[in-house]
């Protein structure tokens, strides 16, 4: 593996479609060809893109960690090549054990395993975690990759 095994927000956001205030990850922690490890304080920030009036609601966990899985995908794409576009077709088996996570001291800790994939899809599981351990949202996710839909979206982007 030649690419870096930490980033900044800089160096995540120019690997992934999500660009500005949406590149929701601040830090790379590490990865390797199963996981990835990110870190965050975004879902503190009061222009926070996806918080409402009732704040960062906890489903929002899964946009962290697709974001963490479009990262990865970067990482372990070919050097040279551009990743494969893709979307997050589903989030399965989803537990939220917050209902907010903008009132979550601290980083948010974001993981993601890939189970198993091919050239279409992938599927990996994923935990949101607190600095103090406590898991906030966990689940599984497909990502469906080069469908016409996904290459229409990141070449949009």
């Known amino acids: 593996m030649t690419a870096p095994q930490t980033l900044d ?8 479609p999500h660009n500005g205030s949406m590149c929701l990850l601040e830090s790379l922690n590490g990865w390797d060809a199963e ?5 965050t304080t975004t879902h ?3 222009d926070n893109p996806l918080r409402t009036t009732g704040g960062l609601l906890a489903p929002n966990a899964i946009e962290y960690a697709a974001q963490a899985m ?19 077709a589903s989030a ?12 979550v001291e601290g980083e948010l800790h974001v993981q993601a395993r890939r189970l198993s994939g091919d050239e279409r899809q992938i599927l990996y599981e994923f935990a949101v975690s607190a600095d103090d351990g406590r898991t906030l949202a966990e689940g599984r996710a ?3 990759l080069n469908t016409p839909l996904a290459i229409q979206e990141s070449t949009a982007a």
Not at 70 to 88: D, Q, T, Y
């Open 9 to 16: 927000r800089a160096g995540i956001a120019a690997r992934i």
């Open 35 to 39: 996981v990835i490890r990110c870190s």
């Open 44 to 46: 503190r920030l009061l």
């Open 70 to 88: 479009a990262l990865h995908g970067g990482l372990l794409a070919v050097e040279g090549s551009a990743p494969s576009a893709g979307f997050l």
């Open 92 to 103: 399965r088996n989803v537990r939220l054990a917050v209902a907010r996570l903008d009132d």
């Open 142 to 144: 497909v990502v469906v």
